[in-house]
């Protein structure tokens, strides 16, 4: 079944699709009246809908099934050090596949220019797309932090276990899914491209963060990030693994 994404403030009757959505849907896929096609909204919603008909950039439907899928309990955060790559856009696509609970891309000392204060509809496009391909339910936050490591450290308090992906003068601890703890939120930092600066490691050390390696290699920032999400990933279902062992076993001991 094709999958949509319609925004959660036009999900209401009547059911339109529009825009390019509506397009690729009619001009690409040829859909007709009477196909089934399930629709996202990035907010935990899922439809199965029926289409009754089509225009040339509309698509009008009617609500066969609805599931409402609850807000994950625990999920992770990547704070990503402003950077101008042209990888973003892929590693929101995957972000989104691993269920990232946000991604926040925040001003560094190193930065090779200013933070957007606005989110691009390219970076939402980009994290829909991921949405659609993976059927993830619910769609990361998206925000950028301008006023740097100072806005990390405030936001920190929200969350479980606060990370930043640095090496340091000494070997740091090797990330890993016994870190995590149990369900909690996380809030990875990974640097920009040129690295963090001692002032920016200094804050965030001493705001709490505790300095984690991923390993003995060099790594691209996107594939830290990436890592980060997949050992949390694996971490979360472990955690939903055992979960559902143990109440199959009646909650044996």
């Known amino acids: 079944m094709k999958t949509f994404y319609l925004p959660p403030e036009e999900w209401r009757e009547p059911y339109t699709l529009e825009g390019q959505e509506a397009k690729h849907l009619v001009k690409v896929l040829r859909a007709r009246e009477g196909d089934a096609i399930r629709l996202l909204d990035g907010r935990g919603r899922e439809g199965m809908f029926r289409i009754t008909a089509t225009e040339k950039h509309r698509v009008h439907l009617t609500l066969e099934e609805l599931v409402e899928h609850p807000e994950p309990v625990g999920s992770a955060v990547l704070a990503l050090g402003w950077a101008k790559s042209v990888r973003r856009g892929w ?31 390219s970076w939402e496009g980009q994290m829909i797309a991921g949405a659609k391909q993976s059927l993830n339910p619910w769609l990361p936050e998206l925000r950028t932090i301008p006023d740097g490591v100072e806005g990390l450290v405030r936001l920190a308090s929200a969350f479980d276990n606060i990370f930043i992906l640095w090496e340091g003068q000494s070997p740091s601890a090797l990330l890993s899914p016994a870190m995590l703890g149990g369900k909690g939120r996380t809030l990875f930092v990974v640097g920009p491209e040129g690295g963090f600066s001692d002032r920016e490691v200094r804050v965030l050390t001493e705001g709490g963060f505790t300095p984690v390696s991923l390993g003995r290699r060099i790594l691209r920032w996107e594939t830290a990030a990436l890592l980060c999400l997949g050992l949390d990933w694996w971490h979360r279902e472990l955690v939903e693994s055992s979960e559902t062992e143990h109440e199959q076993s009646g909650g044996a001991a």
């Open 91 to 121: 590693l929101l696509e995957k972000a989104v596949e691993l269920e990232a609970g946000g991604i926040w891309l925040w001003q560094a000392d190193r930065s090779q220019s200013s933070v957007p204060t606005d989110i691009k509809d």
